[in-house]
């Protein structure tokens, strides 16, 4: 069974410093795994994905994403947050097959201070 | 750049009406799916669709919901006696097969 965890429901950073946002994941095979990012009463966004290859994914907006085999993670990073990055993350894992569903995890709300 | 587009944006309704919540997909994607979510919290998938047929529900998606693509562009979900619980915002995404899904900015429903 393919599934991913979010273990924090809110992460607060200051403008300016790291922003890191937690996934593992729990998949049979080789994990197919995304993020998306959802702004008040919007809808959802994708950022980025890991489908093989470099562990460091980059995708929108500055933000990268690590996939750690040995930790069976794939966190999201951003150097330097923005208080415009406040929003809900969700990481999603999806099987490989075409028109396979995502699943997503609970997601985690970011809140960026100025 | 194109984009999923969804009507209504919000929809109020009395338990026990029908709904039908509208969605134009990406023009060259085949595949199409509907997630809810309730207030701000898990996106939740409840079905997707492929060559005229359902690929694949969720326990969530039961006899009150149904999808339907009447034509070529539109992609429909119906719910057919509404409750209250049935309250939540919902996406329709799309996808070539592969790769991302494409949401929509989604449809509000508010059953009183």
């Known amino acids: 069974a393919q599934s991913v965890a979010q273990p924090e429901d809110q992460v607060n950073v200051a403008e300016g410093n790291p922003l890191t946002v937690k996934c593992t994941y729990s998949?049979?095979?080789?994990?197919?795994l995304f993020w998306y990012v959802q702004y008040p009463n919007r809808g959802l966004q994708f950022l980025l994905k890991?489908?093989?290859?470099?562990?460091l994914v980059k995708g929108s907006y500055g933000f990268e994403a690590e996939f750690n085999k040995s930790q069976t993670s794939f966190h999201l990073k951003k150097p330097s947050a923005l208080v415009s990055d406040s929003a809900l993350y969700f990481c999603?894992?999806?099987?490989?097959?075409?028109?396979?569903?995502?699943?997503f995890g609970g997601g985690t709300r970011v809140l960026v201070k100025p | 750049e194109p984009e999923v587009t969804q009507t209504p944006s919000h929809q109020v309704t009395q338990m026990g009406q029908e709904v039908i919540l509208r969605c134009v997909p990406i023009?060259?994607?085949?595949?199409f799916y509907w997630y809810r979510q309730i207030l701000g919290q898990k996106v939740e998938f409840l079905v997707s669709?492929?060559?005229?047929?359902?690929?694949?529900k969720s326990e969530i998606f039961d006899d009150q919901f149904s999808v339907e693509r009447p034509d070529g562009s539109n992609f429909t979900l119906k719910i057919r006696s509404t409750k209250l619980e049935d309250s939540a915002m919902y996406f329709c995404?799309?996808?070539?097969?592969?790769?991302?899904?494409?949401f929509g900015e989604g449809s509000r429903l508010t059953v009183l």
């Open positions: 999603a894992d999806r099987g490989r097959a075409a028109g396979n569903k995502l699943t």
């Open positions: 998949v049979s095979g080789n994990p197919y």
């Open positions: 890991y489908i093989t290859g470099d562990n």
């Open positions: 023009s060259n994607h085949l595949y």
């Open positions: 669709f492929y060559n005229n047929e359902i690929s694949e």
């Open positions: 995404a799309s996808n070539v097969g592969t790769g991302e899904l494409f």
